[in-house]
């Protein structure tokens, strides 16, 4: 029979919110309060550390029945261990299933002896429901967007091949060319889509692992008949928005274009220098040639050709900085803008005197 003491300690217990299972220095289970016995639909006392899952139906998060030495009870008992925060599930015996979520800790008295052990624990179903159908939700998301962005790359493919039919026919080798740097802009967008797809994002793109292998193909196309030579240096990682990545992309290769189609005026061989690089601070991408330079005049007069007006439109998009050093030894371009919050650069003040600084108009 209960002394009046343990009785008040009883009601005590039973007017928490959270479930509270008692044991003895040998693990048997001497108290389970009201809230406990409403998460599990049972109660059983004197069961021993042994018989813990099989009598309350406890589950591991993947449904498994759970091993009783890993329960975090008998390890508060057993092993004299502080379990927090752990999860489990409880079979109740109308067949539904609740999530528990506890902490056990062994008792001690004033000698440091263990004489029993404490578990407090919550019911836990509601919340892990929501976060398994947020999960869920987006797990979805992924998959649409990934979908949309498989689509949009087909797309951009079919409009690539609708530009390249002309080319077939066409005699006006301006029209041609036209054409032709159409096409391989498209073919750019749809590049770093792609890249998308197969690096498993949706949204963002390292156009360090994406930039090499666009640019390689570009001087494929021009290097017919000639001993074009790229060379790529690719450091860090540039880990751009799709917008800002198609921007960037098709600014580096409407660079890489002019220099194939003009830099190497008269000659056969030359060689293209791709630098990237993302490890500081600023992002740095120079494409450098030795070839023949830019001549004054050689230009359109405004300086605002197709070339100049896109590479100058799509790097404003990235706040970035771009600028032009030309002469006998060759061309470097370098777009330049900050790594973290794509802020506009602004050039740093300089005694030096600054090379000839002009556009190559596409």
């Known amino acids: 029979m209960l002394s009046s003491i343990e009785r008040f300690k ?19 289970i001497l108290t389970v309060n ?12 004197d069961v021993p550390p042994d018989d813990y899952s099989d009598t309350y139906k406890l589950l591991t998060m993947q449904d498994e029945p759970f091993p009783t030495n890993e329960l975090p009870l008998s390890r508060a008992v057993l092993k004299g261990e502080t379990v927090t925060d752990a999860a489990w599930k409880i079979k109740r015996p109308d ?29 836990d179903t509601q919340r892990h429901h929501a976060e ?17 962005n498989h ?13 390249s039919l002309p080319l077939q026919k066409l005699q006006d080798k301006e029209a041609c060319e036209a054409l032709r740097q159409t096409r391989d802009r498209v073919d750019v967008i ?8 197969e690096l498993g994002t949706h949204d963002r793109v390292d156009c360090v692992k994406l930039l090499p292998g666009i640019c390689s193909q570009i001087v ?42 003009y830099a190497f005026d008269g000659r056969k061989n030359g060689r293209i220098t791709l630098l990237i690089d993302g490890e500081g601070e600023e ?69 030096e005197p600054t090379p000839s600084r002009q556009s190559r108009s596409a």
């Not at 398994?132 to 949309?148: Q, R, T």
């Open 190 to 197: 749809s590049a770093t889509h792609r890249s998308l797809y």
């Open 220 to 261: 494929e196309t021009y290097k017919a008949g000639r001993g074009i030579k790229l060379t790529c240096d690719a450091r860090g990682e540039i880990v751009l928005s799709i917008s800002k990545a198609v921007s960037l992309c098709l600014a580096v290769t409407e660079l890489l274009t002019n220099a194939c189609k």
């Open 34 to 45: 009201r809230a406990a016995e409403e998460i599990h639909g049972r109660v059983r006392l």
């Open 283 to 351: 992002v740095m991408v120079s494409v450098m040639d030795d070839g023949i330079g830019i001549k004054q005049g050689a230009v359109d007069p405004s300086g605002m050709g197709i070339g100049t007006l896109l590479v100058d439109a799509l790097t404003s998009v990235l706040g970035a900085q771009v600028d032009c050093e030309t002469g006998s030894g060759g061309t470097r371009h370098t777009i330049s803008f900050a790594q973290e919050d794509m802020a506009p650069h602004k050039a740093p003040a300089s005694s």
């Open 151 to 163: 689509r949009v790359r087909n797309s951009l493919q079919i409009v690539s091949s609708i530009v």
């Open 95 to 123: 067949g539904s299933v609740v999530v528990a979520v506890g902490t056990a800790r062994p008792v001690l008295d004033e000698d440091g002896k263990q004489v029993g052990a404490v578990l407090t624990m919550r019911d």
């Open 132 to 148: 398994e159908g947020l999960k869920e939700a987006l797990y979805l998301k992924e998959m649409l967007l990934f979908e949309v």
């Open 10 to 28: 009883a009601h005590v217990l039973d007017q928490l919110g959270e479930g509270v299972i008692v044991t003895d220095a040998n693990g048997k």
